[in-house]
């Protein structure tokens, strides 16, 4: 179970298992900017999703994996306004031959907040 609860103005604190996050908006949008938005956190739940994929098949094959990097970056659509592209780039040290690269591929697509995208959840909403 998670709890977001409000701090002050747009600030935000989330709370799961013991750990806490801020989440807070930039100043332009009337936040303090005290912590990521919530769309950068989704954007950080991704790339740590697929990281996380990516050093198991790193440690499964024995390649290094002390210097990975999973950079992201996305763009906005419309109608709704939402996330309409992410780009992502992972980086290792070792330079991996091809059929390396479409086993790590393989691997990370299977990352859960990646399977979450592409099948969507049912959201209940309760307002009490």
Not at 7 to 34: M, T, W, Y
Not at 73 to 82: N, Q
Request: aromatic fraction near 6%; proline fraction near 4%; charge should be neutral.
């Amino acid at each position: 179970m998670m709890k977001i609860s409000l701090i002050e103005n747009v600030k935000f604190e989330a709370e799961c298992r013991g750990h806490r996050i801020v989440l807070d908006q930039p100043i332009d949008d009337g936040g303090s900017d005290a912590g990521m938005t919530p769309v950068e956190l989704f954007i950080a739940s991704l790339g740590s999703c697929i990281a996380y994929y990516a050093v198991i098949f790193c440690q499964r094959r024995k390649i290094p994996s002390d210097d990975l990097n999973v950079e992201l970056g996305w763009e906005w659509a419309e109608d709704p306004h939402r996330v309409g592209a992410i780009d992502l780039t992972i980086t290792l040290r070792k330079k991996l031959t091809e059929k390396e690269k479409t086993g790590l591929l393989r691997m990370v697509k299977g990352c859960t907040v990646h399977n979450t995208m592409r099948n969507l959840p049912e959201i209940a909403f309760t307002i009490k």
